[in-house]
């Protein structure tokens, strides 16, 4: 029918992502490039060569900066929140905490617009402040293990924003309670 039909057309077209924007360098934030700079000299054991290099240089080799152009996915990890707001204004994560899975009012909501690199951050503060330890009986030893994982939760938290569909006017939705984080995010 007409959703498979869109689905197919979705799937040939190009990558919402790598699609370049009519804005600069100015639309991203300087704290943003700093820790992405630093998370890729943590994840590549790099501590030198990419600090030669000028912040254009680094974005045009990561593919977000072409001829002076951000792309939307340079957008999403690195601008400033009044861009994205005006430019991809469905980019935005929702978090909420509920005390049971089956209350209707939360406890705790974030609504969150801002470079993805610095919101990872805080969501994971946000999980792991009502994070709990359990306890792993190991032998005559035990172990603790907290129930929600710091790797786990960024994995899921990237997935979400990543695989979400960014023409349909939703926001992705980080839902927790004491014993299950969900996540939901627009287009499946």
């Known amino acids: 029918g007409q959703a ?15 699609e370049f924007l009519d804005l600069g360098m100015g639309a991203l934030d300087g704290n943003a490039i700093k820790k992405i700079r630093l998370m890729y000299k943590a994840k590549n054991k790099d501590n030198t060569s990419v ?39 469905n980019a935005e994560i929702i978090f909420e905490y509920r005390n049971s899975p089956d209350e209707i009012k939360y406890s705790d909501r974030l609504n969150l617009r801002k470079a993805l690199v610095l919101t990872l951050e805080e969501l994971w503060a946000k999980i792991n402040i009502r994070n709990y330890i359990i306890q792993l009986s190991e032998g005559l030893t035990r172990r603790n293990i907290s129930a929600f994982n710091e790797d786990v939760m960024r994995e899921a938290i990237l997935n979400a924003v990543v695989h979400r569909d960014y023409k349909l006017p939703a926001s992705v939705f980080i839902l927790q309670d004491p014993s299950q984080i969900i996540f939901k995010n627009p287009g499946g």
């Open 4 to 18: 498979e039909i869109g689905t197919i057309l979705n799937e040939t077209s190009n990558d919402y992502s790598a």
């Open 51 to 89: 600090d030669k290099i000028t912040d254009s240089q680094f974005l045009a080799d990561l593919a977000l900066l072409k001829n002076g152009k951000i792309n939307n996915c340079a957008l999403l990890l690195l601008g400033k929140e009044d861009f994205i707001r005006d430019f991809i204004p």
